[in-house]
């Protein structure tokens, strides 16, 4: 059962990066995905996450507008969209899946936004 996220890197602000987070082991479709991050000296943040059924979405308002939480199930992946970053999205995105008390973390991906 593992998670494997990628597509961080540094981008300029107002640019654009798509993260993925491909599953293995487990069936994506059945579990809540989600997005989060953690900037240095701060607590992790929920910042988008979609339901099993994929009815319900959350994003944080800090992101609202900007980024795009979406699911592959062929690919059996989540990936997140991010458009307009600013300095201040800069932390390491890692994804999450849960399905009732069962929680599964993929290891983190560097996202920094400088000029």
């Known amino acids: 059962v593992q998670l494997q996220a990628s597509g961080g890197g540094l981008v300029q602000p107002g640019g654009s990066l798509r993260l993925s987070c491909a599953a293995s082991?487990?069936?994506?479709?059945?579990?809540?995905t989600g997005w989060f991050r953690q900037a240095p000296g701060k607590e992790r943040e929920a910042v988008s996450c979609?339901?099993?059924?994929?009815?319900?979405?959350y994003y944080v308002n800090s992101v609202k507008g900007r980024f795009t939480i979406a699911r592959d199930s062929a690919k059996n992946s989540v990936y997140l969209q991010m458009n307009n970053l600013k300095p201040e999205d800069t932390a390491v995105y890692l994804c999450?899946?849960?399905?009732?008390?069962?929680?599964?973390w993929g290891q983190g991906t560097q996202v920094t936004v400088s000029s």
């Open positions: 999450s899946a849960r399905r009732g008390v069962t929680r599964v």
């Open positions: 082991g487990f069936t994506l479709d059945d579990y809540a």
């Open positions: 979609i339901s099993s059924s994929g009815d319900n979405i």
